[in-house]
Nanobody, 115 residues
Framework: QVQLVESGGGLVQPGGSLRLSCAAS????????MAWYRQAPGKQRELVAV???????NYVDSVKGRFTISRDNTKNTMYLQMNSLKPEDTAVYYC?????????WGQGTQVAVPS
């Protein structure tokens, strides 16, 4: 069984920064990749960034150059550094991983950037 717990969300002014963390417990040694998703009010959940077990990364176009995904395997923790935040980044951010075919999600952390 894998549990994911996000933290680090909050209210930040446009242009500000936040760092989200996703702490994993349980056996994630077989996790192929970990990812951040977000869901804004009234919208579908979208993939924001993904990092493979080998450290390769990919981002949705809207956050390229502003967000950085990383992971510390010694701490079983994944991060999302978010810079130059915009009102359109307002959403609940979720982390996800897939282990041996089973998907695991965290409970989400709210990020709010007022316009």
């Amino acid at each position: 069984q894998v549990q994911l717990v996000e933290s680090g969300g909050g209210l930040v002014q446009p242009g500000g920064s936040l760092r989200l963390s996703c702490a994993a417990s349980g056996d994630i040694s077989n996790a192929f990749a970990m990812a951040w998703y977000r869901q804004a009010p009234g919208k579908q959940r979208e993939l924001v960034a993904v990092i493979s077990s080998g450290g390769s990364t990919n981002y949705v176009d809207s956050v390229k150059g502003r967000f950085t995904i990383s992971r510390d395997n010694t701490k079983n923790t994944m991060y999302l550094q978010m810079n130059s935040l915009k009102p359109e980044d307002t959403a609940v951010y979720y982390c996800k991983t897939v282990v041996l075919g089973a998907a695991y999600w965290g409970q989400g952390t709210q990020v709010a950037v007022p316009s």
